[in-house]
Nanobody, 127 residues
Framework: VQLQASGGGLVQPGGSLRLSCAVSGGTLSTYAVAWFRQAPGMDRTFVAVAASARHGNRSYYADSMKGRFSVSKDNARNTVYLQMNSLRPEDTAVYYC???????????????????WGQGTQVTVSS
């Protein structure tokens, strides 16, 4: 399985971006696909996840992203999107997508649960 993240860029505070994660080599509906982010000098942290069909295709978010970010799957396009609204300077980071077909429900937010990772895309929120 290969993942390709894209869509990052420079945006002003309060603006929006949509990140894409193109997944190849697997059936997207069977994978949980998550987004993580890493700011300079910080650990990689959970952002959002679109669970697999096995887990009801539900979405989960880190608390600070609830109401601002939205994750969605397009199985026909084998792509997962992360819509980010009301962006703040503290959202500046490299954003990574990750996928795995075997993640259990209780581990969906854990970066160690994912075997497949994309290369990351830079998001900078600044005026």
């Amino acid at each position: 399985v290969q993942l390709q993240a894209s869509g990052g860029g420079l945006v002003q505070p309060g603006g929006s971006l949509r990140l894409s994660c193109a997944v190849s080599g697997g059936t997207l509906s069977t994978y949980a696909v998550a987004w993580f982010r890493q700011a300079p000098g910080m650990d990689r942290t959970f952002v959002a996840v679109a669970a697999s069909a096995r887990h009801g295709n539900r979405s989960y978010y880190a608390d600070s992203m609830k109401g601002r970010f939205s994750v969605s799957k397009d199985n026909a396009r084998n792509t997962v999107y992360l819509q980010m609204n009301s962006l703040r300077p503290e959202d500046t980071a490299v954003y990574y997508c990750a996928a795995d077909p075997s993640v259990i429900l209780s581990n969906l937010k854990s970066r160690t649960a994912y075997d497949y990772w994309g290369q990351g895309t830079q998001v900078t929120v600044s005026s």
